[in-house]
């Protein structure tokens, strides 16, 4: 059964041809996503997930239907939205192009020890009977994920072969032990203030080992550390103290320590501390970093002279770009469509026709299923005075679907009586 998410979602809106509209729906309400039900053999129980999917008016989007990378959040519950805002934000065609639009599938928690911790501990300091008593299923919940989990959302939703994994807390020590026992299940891995401290720090004692003797090229790794310190303690202090206080930070700084003494393996890894934010505080911005990190490559940045002085040039970069950015993903990534849409638009403006044709031709070629390349073309040709195939192209998006923008050009057009 599914059932209807809402929350607030940030529009984009571009000079396109045909404007994009968000998801309506119901009683006035702004849909921002689904919840999934899994009944999970693995784990005996039904397990639910949030899901967000870009653009996903699907019954009446004007641009092709996409793909997208899908990101893997634990507590999806409790980071769900901000995630989902944030990641909106950093893939706005509109200016920023930080990481790409991607999909987000927050995993709800039903025994959220169990899950997230690798091994199992008994009770002591800190720990009461009931915290650890079902502690240790990390492996059987990373089962789940990659046998139950991952088909599902492969299956049902427009997904990439490419896959980060978010947690917090003990959701942090699930990300690392993922990427020392599981490393290809994920491309890139965050972990904000994880729990390292679990079971005697027992990870951090074969992290070491683990790194050495795997081949992590083309995998990433983000760590956010958060201030958890006593009052009085700096970070030189903190790491020569052996108080229960500061062993979550201790740990941390440890784990650190190990990934920067294993550069060799090919890991892309990245670490920040936070001496201003504690560990309820530090996953907004710490996720923000993650995504500037593990996305780097992805970052498009036109200078004021390639916008004002637009040309084939600016154009040929952008292309090598996106041939760039496919290299690190591993498949074809084309220049997305309403990118090449918006500046197709731009270079009519300035009366570079042959520019703009190019790009109007360029995301025919690469979205053909698309009603949006179709229209823009028709536009581009009206704009000629080119009726006839300006008529042609308008038809062809009508061909697709029925849109009524574009069918009050082709009618205004076959008024003028000049399609034979």
Same mark, same amino acid.
């Given at each position: ?160 072969? +490419?896959?980060?994994?978010?947690? *917090?807390?003990?959701?942090? =020590? ?5 990427? @020392? !026992? $599981? ?89 920040? +501390?936070?001496?201003?934010?504690? *560990?309820?505080?530090?996953? =907004? ?5 993650? @995504? !500037? $990190? ?127």
């Amino acid at each position: 059964m599914k059932k209807y998410l809402y929350g607030l979602l940030i529009f984009l809106l571009c000079n396109t041809g045909i404007a994009q509209t968000g998801t309506a729906g119901t009683d006035n309400k702004i849909i921002l996503g689904t919840i999934d039900n899994i009944d999970s053999k693995i784990l005996k129980e039904k397990r639910q997930v949030w899901v967000y999917v870009p653009n996903s008016e699907q019954g009446g989007r004007v641009t092709a239907p996409a793909k997208y990378p899908v990101v893997y959040l634990l507590d999806g519950d409790g980071h769900f939205y901000s995630v989902v805002g944030m990641i909106q934000q950093l893939s706005s065609v509109n200016g920023n192009t930080i990481c790409p639009e991607m999909i987000v599938v927050g995993i709800t928690n039903t025994d959220r020890t169990r899950d997230l911790t690798p091994t199992a501990v008994a009770a002591g300091p800190y720990m009461d009977s009931n915290f650890v008593r079902t502690s240790g299923g990390g492996e059987q919940f990373t089962r789940f994920m990659k046998e139950e989990l991952m088909p599902f959302i492969d299956s049902t939703y427009p997904t990439l072969p +490419y896959k980060v994994m978010i947690g *917090h807390s003990l959701g942090g =020590l699930a990300v690392i032990n993922t990427l @020392l !026992k $599981h490393k290809d299940l994920f491309n890139a891995y965050v972990a904000i203030d994880p729990s390292m401290w679990w079971d005697n720090q027992k990870l951090n004692k074969s992290a070491g080992t683990i790194l050495s003797q795997k081949d992590y090229k083309g995998k990433s790794l983000f760590l956010g550390i958060a201030n958890t310190m006593n009052a009085g303690m700096d970070t030189g202090k903190v790491k020569l103290d052996t108080t229960m206080d500061s062993e979550h930070i201790r740990s941390i700084f440890a784990l650190n320590n190990i990934f920067q003494q294993s550069k060799s393996n090919g890991l892309a890894y990245s670490y920040k +501390y936070y001496d201003d934010e504690t *560990h309820g505080s530090v996953p =907004l911005i710490s996720t923000y970093d993650a @995504l !500037k $990190h593990i996305f780097k490559f992805y970052d498009l940045r036109l200078t004021m002279e390639d916008n004002m002085n637009f040309s084939q040039n600016t154009i040929t970069k952008v292309e090598n770009h996106y041939k760039e950015v496919s290299k690190h993903f591993g498949f074809n990534y084309p220049v997305p469509e309403l990118m090449i849409n918006q500046m197709g638009y731009m270079a009519m403006g300035s009366q570079k026709m042959e520019e703009a044709e190019y790009l109007f031709k360029m995301n025919i070629k690469n979205y053909p299923t698309s009603l949006n390349v179709y229209d823009s073309m028709g536009d581009f040709y009206a704009a000629k005075g080119e009726k006839d195939k300006a008529i042609e192209n308008y038809k062809k998006a009508l061909a697709i679907r029925e849109y009524p923008v574009t069918r009050t050009k082709l009618d205004a057009l076959m008024k003028q009586g000049t399609a034979k």
